[in-house]
């Protein structure tokens, strides 16, 4: 049995009358969150009225009497105050409704919950909300599937609650080493009805990160009182005006304490949802269903926090090498010009993707499939792959004999969505989207009849996995991009217009608590139904042979086909493959990777910070393998070469060669080259990030205040976002504006410009450093070795991986004169399934620095932990190494012993140049890349 220590002592009390002014007014509840409603109304609610200061503030709010559940337990007599502490490592507690307790919606609340606190782990613990009574819609976990750890050992937390019969119930979870509150639910608050259920909880501080996918204007939140919705929606990027739903729905957040401690909360639901921030601070979640099930992860880090959320959701898969070279989006039939273009820029490219133009007459690419034939097997010839977009559905009137023959088999395996029974006759509903079966149809962009899969279904899977595998035969695919899978579908927003008409009298259309996610983007067009540019939430799905709306299952629609998708891809295959999904849910990172959309149409420097912020947030998600796509170009040149500079340093970086307005023959365009140049140098040092994350489930596009706490660091750090980390060992600063310099935050640490090895020690704080026009400054952390590959004019990543490996050695010094820097190489075949099981190769580089006399000994460590892929590394060689940093006093006295071997420039063919100024060491030297080696360096040190 576990203790988590001695109870909290508070106690919470009914209001006597004259306690219900006092709450201040950031601590305010809502109390009705449908909108403001007057006075007499609130009395009547028995809430109370006051007009606040500030904006967004409610001006009638709940007080202690109108908290909704009592504890309904056993009178526990652990303590003399009202709040006992959970000694279990699984504990049920009942509550019952008070009679004080009013609806939201309108509909009879639930009058019997359990709550339900479970260790998980020593820093991972769950809590779990539901009716006691009836059992409710929960996220099936055959779709979102949780690894839950069961390691106890010693307890970072404790949970504490009201233990007194017909008290308001509330609890709190506290950190034990600095008796911290993370979760408070003393503001009350907590409802549950059919179809609404709210959650209120005072956080430890303002630092809130994360919640998405939604568009915020900074990394850390404003605690403004926005309602932000969480639900699938396909958006248009050039909509700013306030929150908008995007495809991707994770209801997960971190918080760091105010002493720099971090942790995160995830709510696994899957229905509509929204989220409210207050200066309190605290945060109000609300959904339209389901039960409320956390998980909170202690950390202590936030890299900590990532780490065990991705163990638990699942870790972000290892991507194929080739994945990681440019993308770039065609129309099929403009496939042909877009690698041409490519070829006459002298840019590489590594991925095509391939997608049909619906309103042109094209359902999918099998209508291009010779032509897009001759362009794949180019782009094969180049060391490019294709990416194939497909959407969630397939027209049931195609043009094209396999598509029909497809769709038919789909109905006689009755994989598609379905309409309710009850809407067989129904004049609430378009007859035409009535098929057989009760099949929905819907309709694509193009106003054809589309029949949308049932993913949820295994068989839908294996009929899926069938449809693939006919159409590698007509075009050799290496990929997908999943496109509209929120899902997303022509609706109908009047009598004269084509589109999918859904029961606008249904609740679940048109539910009676309206949240945010209903305000879609085309909001003059909209219905203001929750169905609008989707399919219909009375829709019906089987998930292991029961029935599911909808309504309950939509934000996880995507996920499904993400997984089903994968698993075609792995089988079909027998290689990783590669897949980008427009929805994701928590998992999706561990089978697809994703697109964040923004436009360039207003202002490339806000879209670059903009773009930065999305980047952060997905790897808080558990989403690495993403990337920024425009969608709207600026006519500037400059912008787009801004753009396209920024842009390739995301994760996945797309070229915008052939959908912007550059002209590759003119200066202006090196700072591309340069970009790309840079981007395939590190991508060694990216790749290897991905081992990590799937070993660790490290983040690897991270903010600052990953690597720099603020219990050592400005607690500024927790506001920058626009900088941000690879890993631990490289960091990136964009240019913004047309300045000759930029402002760059440097942390308490040492860092190298990649490019002139100048050294900058920092102070936590900004300064000024040289930025060429539309140009990425790139730093090296002190401590590290990043392990590169120069592109020497490769094409692609295929062609570059030949191409000799170099180390960038960039050394920390210690007061004493020595110096350390590590570093680690992970290096496969790119595109192997399980080689990280198989244990196929890594490689570990540790570089030492000391001072004997007049001298300095650098030994430089280069150790193959294991090669059991010889035949692909034989061949490969460093070609030089660079050490950042290195003190000496003439480059004529620096010595070489590779092995204990003194080596001579004549019989062992290497040079050595170093360059005074920045202490910039550059040895050229072919050694083997798959054996290990030490390879010592004397030099004379400078004199005091």
Known sequence: MLIFGAAFAENVEPSNGTDNLLIPETDRVDCSPQGEIGEPEC?????????????????????????????????????????????????????????????VTGEAAVKELTVEFERYSTRVMAFRIQDADHKRYEVPSSVVKLAIPRRLNKHFYRVEYVSDPGLPF??????????????????????????????????????????????????????????????SRKTDPTVREH??????????????????????????????????????????????????????????????VIIEYTQTIGRPEIPPYWSLGLHESTLAR?????????????????????????????????????????????????????????????????????????????????IFVKWPAVYGNSTDIVPDTLGPSSTLFGYDSSK???????????????????WLNQLRKQIPWDGFVLEDNEPAALTSKSETTVGLVCPKNSTLESPKYSPSAVDVWNSKEATNLLSDET?????????????????????????????????????????????????????????????????????????????????????????????????????????????????????LAKSVVTSCSMDSNTASFAPVRKAIDTRFLLLPYLYTLFFHGLMEGEAIYRPLFFEYGTKLHNRNVLDI??????????????????????????????????????????????????????????FLRAGYIIPTQPRLGAMSTSAARRNPFSLLIALHEHSDGSAVANGNLFWDDGE??????????????????????????????????????????????????????????????????????????????????????HKLLTIKLTVPFSQSFKLEIIAPVTRA
């Open 243 to 304: 929150p908008r739903n995007h495809a991707g729905a994770h209801p997960f957040v971190m918080v760091v304490e105010n002493d720099g401690n971090a942790h995160g909360i995830f709510l696994l639901n899957s229905n509509a949802m929204e989220y409210k921030l207050q200066p309190s601070p605290a945060l109000t979640l609300r959904s339209l269903g389901g039960v409320l099930e956390f998980l909170v992860c202690f950390g202590v880090t936030p890299n900590d």
């Open 170 to 231: 509330a609890f709190k979870i506290i950190r034990q080493s600095t008796n911290t509150t993370l979760i408070d639910t003393t503001l009350g608050g907590m409802v549950f009805e059919e179809n609404f259920v709210q959650f209120v909880t005072k956080l430890a501080s303002s630092n809130v990160y994360g919640f998405g996918d939604n568009r915020h204007g900074s990394f850390r939140h404003k605690m403004d009182w926005t309602s932000t919705p969480i639900f």
């Open 448 to 466: 054809r009849l589309v029949a949308f899969v049932d993913f949820f279904q295994p068989i839908a899977g294996e009929w899926w996995e069938a």
């Open 721 to 778: 976002d626009d900088q941000f980390f690879w890993g631990s060992g490289v960091m990136f600063a964009p240019s913004l504006e047309n300045n000759p310099t930029r402002s760059v935050y440097f942390p308490h640490d040492t860092f190298y410009q990649i490019d002139s090895g100048m050294k900058i020690v920092g102070d936590t704080r900004r300064k000024p450093v040289d930025m060429p026009e539309n140009q990425m400054a790139v």
């Open 334 to 414: 403009d496939a042909e010009q877009t690698l041409d273009a490519h070829r006459k820029a002298a840019i590489p490219l590594d991925v095509l993707h391939v997608r049909s133009q619906e309103h042109d007459g094209e359902w999918d690419v099998t209508v291009m499939r010779y032509a897009l034939a001759k362009a794949i097997k180019s782009l094969h010839l180049a060391g490019g792959h294709a990416m194939v977009s497909l959407k969630p559905y397939i027209r049931v009137d195609a043009d094209d004999e396999i598509v029909r023959s497809v769709y038919q088999d789909g109905l006689w395996k009755d």
């Open 832 to 917: 192997s399934l399980d080689t990280v099981e198989k244990r196929d190769y890594m490689s570990w580089v540790i570089f030492n620095k000391w001072q004997e006399g007049n001298f300095s000994r650098s030994l430089l460590d280069y150790d193959v932990e294991r090669n059991l892929i010889k035949n692909l590394t034989d061949n490969l060689t460093f070609g030089s190494l660079v050490v950042y940093g290195f003190d000496c006093s003439e480059s004529p006295g620096i010595t070489l012993r590779l092995d204990g071997r003194p080596l001579t420039m004549d019989r062992d063919n290497y040079s050595l140049h170093f360059e005074q100024e």
């Open 535 to 651: 399919i219909c939430m009375v829709a019906l799905h089987k998930i292991e042979n029961a029935t599911y709306r909808h309504y309950d299952v939509h934000n996880i629609y995507g996920h499904s086909q993400a997984v089903s998708t994968k698993n075609a891809i792995w089988k079909l295959t027998g290689k990783r493959g590669f897949l980008i999904s427009d929805s994701s849910f928590a998992g999706t990172g561990t089978v697809a990777g994703a697109w964040f959309k923004t436009s360039l149409k207003e202002s490339v420097p806000t879209a670059i910070r903009q773009s930065i912020i999305s980047a952060l947030e997905f790897n808080l998600f558990g989403m690495t393998a993403a990337g920024g796509s425009a969608e709207v170009f600026p006519v500037n040149a400059s912008d787009c070469i801004k753009w396209q500079v920024f842009t390739t340093f995301h994760i």
């Open 43 to 103: 009395r009547r609610l028995g809430c109370v009225h006051r007009i606040p200061s500030t904006t967004g503030t409610p001006a009638c709010y709940l007080t202690p009497a109108r908290h909704r559940y009592a504890y309904a337990g056993p009178s526990v007599k652990a303590s003399s105050t009202a709040w006992s502490t959970v000694n279990e490592n699984k504990l049920e507690i009942p509550l019952t409704l008070l009679k004080t307790s009013y609806s």
